[in-house]
């Protein structure tokens, strides 16, 4: 069956496929952390569904919520309209929220993809604003659809001025961290006040708090409160997409608890529908400018999704999974740096929490002495020393190989990417790191 479904998928469907490349697997069951193909084999899944998969799969709390939809034969499509599972979903939602926001916040359901979310965000601010542009970071990923695309890392749409997140000043300066988020900051304020920049007072502003398809980006807390200031002195309204960061993922429920930061608009999907496809876009009131119709969409309303996330929401409030991904993911990163030590290809380590990354390099290069590696304006941000996206796939297929599935992310696709579940115990841990390892051993020799 196996070998069958593969060869009949690959001749019927369209190139687009990106996960099924580089996973020539059949996934016909999972929990937990764990996936088992059709040909009976079982791996590690710390792809977890693009990050959406909190609680991994099919966590019980999650199937029963579920079920009790199913069972209560309520409606399962109900467009916009009120019901008592969304009642339950909403209510959950803003006990979450980052204090500063919750009290004053609005939600807009959309959907059902993080996508469909920016949009609406994008759309909500030029609507309050009167105005068009979009402050967007390079490195950004917002989503596929016409908007999302303009205000993600690479895209040309003139209405989107692109500033550089922190890490662009790493290569070919190699200048980090807090450096690089002051160099940011000062970009941002000059394009802002000086006349002859020509950037026209700007609808708002889009960031990620890390920057996940991006390579794994950690912005800087301090980096993250000068963006803040320097929006609100402008009345630039700071849409903060958490997409992927939402939920826990970070070591906090909202990475921007982190920071302190309040974003006058926060997207969210992913995580928030508990395995189900849910969107939203939580803002300040006073920007509620909508009217009827103004935004809409057939798919708002999915109460499977709904009680999926709100069901999520809740297990990892009550089980403080936040906290738990903030110490776990701590020890994985210490792992990684000393796995970093021993192996020359391994440029880098980063993450914040349960979201974590690997950055594979050239080990024969010398650190410093390497031009950019393309001759855009804006360097490529891989480090010292270029990218080295060949050692990156060879690594995932070596992973493959050892049964433990990652992702691939970054610029130049040279970030081994960890998603785990927040639910993955430390033993789970070890076999991640374990097999991890295996695969940089396996590539290195
Ligand atoms: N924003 C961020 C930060 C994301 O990581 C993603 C998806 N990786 C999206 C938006 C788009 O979400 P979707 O794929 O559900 O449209």
Redesign the pocket.
């Known amino acids: 069956a196996h070998e069958g479904i593969l060869r009949r998928q690959s001749a019927r469907e369209s190139a687009a496929r990106t996960y099924a490349r580089a996973l020539p697997i059949v996934p016909v069951r999972a929990r937990g952390l764990t996936v088992e193909g059709a040909d009976g084999r079982r791996y590690l899944d710390c792809l977890s569904g ?2 959406t998969l909190t609680l991994g799969h099919n966590h019980p709390v999650v199937l029963e919520a579920i079920r009790k939809v199913l069972d209560s034969g309520a409606p399962l499509h109900v467009l916009d309209l009120a019901t008592p599972v969304k009642d339950a979903f909403t209510t959950e939602l803003f006990r979450t929220l980052p204090s500063g926001l919750a009290e004053r916040a609005r939600v807009q359901f959309c959907g059902p ?4 979310a ?1 949009e609406a965000a994008l759309k909500l601010v030029r609507a309050a604003t009167g105005r068009t542009g979009i402050l967007a970071f390079t490195g950004a ?5 016409a908007g ?1 695309l303009e205000v993600s890392g690479g895209a040309t749409d003139v209405r989107v001025t692109r500033l550089p997140y922190p890490q662009d000043y790493r290569c070919p300066f190699g200048i980090g961290g807090d450096r690089g988020a002051e160099l940011s900051a000062r970009w941002t304020e000059s394009l802002l006040d000086d006349d002859r920049s020509g950037v026209p007072q700007p609808a708002g502003m889009i960031l ?1 708090p890390v ?3 991006g390579g794994v980006h950690p912005a800087p807390d301090a980096w993250m409160r000068r963006m803040r200031r320097i929006t609100e002195a402008r009345s630039i309204p700071l849409v903060v ?5 939402g939920v826990g993922r970070t070591g906090r429920f909202w990475a921007v608890e982190h920071s302190g930061v309040v974003p006058d608009a926060m ?1 969210l ?2 995580a928030i529908g508990g395995s189900m ?1 849910l ?1 939203v876009v939580v803002y300040r009131d006073e920007l509620d400018v909508w009217r009827p119709g103004a935004h809409a969409g057939t798919f708002r309303g999915n109460q499977l999704a709904m009680a999926a996330g709100t069901a999520t929401l809740a297990y990892v409030r009550e089980n403080r999974l936040a906290e738990r991904a903030a110490t776990l993911g701590a020890r994985i990163l210490d792992h990684l740096r000393s796995l970093a030590a021993e192996f020359p290809c391994i440029g880098d380590v980063r993450g914040r929490g349960l979201m974590l990354g690997v950055e594979l390099v050239d080990p024969e290069a010398v650190p410093g002495q390497t031009p950019p590696a393309s001759s855009t304006a804006v360097p490529r941000g891989t480090g010292p020393r270029p990218a080295a996206p060949a050692l990156a796939a060879a690594v995932q297929r070596e992973c493959l190989r050892r049964g433990l599935i990652v992702e691939l992310g970054g610029r130049d696709a040279s970030v081994v990417r960890l998603l785990p579940p927040l639910t993955i115990s430390d033993e789970q841990t070890n076999a991640v790191l374990d097999r991890l390892a295996d695969a940089v051993a396996e590539v290195a020799r």
């Open positions: 693009a990050g993809a993080g996508t469909d920016v990923y917002h989503g596929m659809t999302a990620e920057q996940g398809e997409d958490e997409v992927q960061t997207v999907s992913k496809p969107a």
